[in-house]
């Protein structure tokens, strides 16, 4: 018997646990998605970066999508809707330990590129016909929703209930909380794209996981960095030549230019930096010695079902 006890330990320490438990008190953070809007494994990449996840040596990576969550008040929000909403919202609650929850208290969203927003769908009638859901966006995002189907039927519906957003004006979704967009460049086709601040248990979290270069934002991200504590930014890329396509007709920061421009940042300020959004063909997804080069020289990779704590325990 002593020894079958010991054996079931010894199997328990050896396999890593399915997901992290968020902290039962205070404010957190959680990283429910790392990858680009297509996701990892991408949609008919037979090629060496993807054929490692469809074997199975590599875990499959959801769109980009972070959870800020109010143990004390059980409350929860999301920020983007991602097609994968439907599993990340289910490892939330497996990290929550919640059982009554079927839905956020709120979703923001930065833009109406698909691996943004049109998580969206599962909360509507065919789905889960939620009740009333706030989603929080800017006007051009808003106007989107509600003009086409079946976005527009959401709404009709009252599934979700659509809150604008103004640039730069803090929205604040619970006491103590504040969410602050503002808008950088990118590719808007149907919508202006937001980043957001988000002020929550003393932190300041900067999310930008779409943007075309730092330098076409009349911002600077070196002084952003180092106003904010977390800054969870666009790293699609990793470097020029990535795609056998005009990389210039999808301009995002390469991961390298992005390490070169905060080079001369004191470590701790490199510290802040997660870097998310991560296409198929980035090794920052499937190569663990690319992953330690990036953290050894100060920076941090977005890992999905990682969880950060924001207030003090
Ligand atoms: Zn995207
Ligand atoms: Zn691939
Ligand atoms: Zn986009």
Redesign the pocket.
Known sequence: MRHLSFFILLLLSCTPPRITPLPRKGLSLAVLGVA??GGYPHAGCQRNCCRLAWSGRQPERYPACLALVDHDSRKAWIFEATPAYTAQWERLMEMTGWTDKNVPDGIFLTHA?I??YTGLMYLGREALGAKAVPVYALPRMKNYLETNGPWSQLAGLKNIEIRRLLPDSAAAPAPGIRVIPFTVPHRDEYSETAGYHVEAGGKRILFI??IDKWEKWERDIVAEIQRADLAFLDATFYKNGELQRDMREIPHPFVEESMRLFENLPAAEKAKVHFI?FNHTNPLLWNPDEVKAVETRGFRVARQGEVIQLSAQ
């Open positions: 680009q809007d590129h691996g943004h996981p779409d959004h």
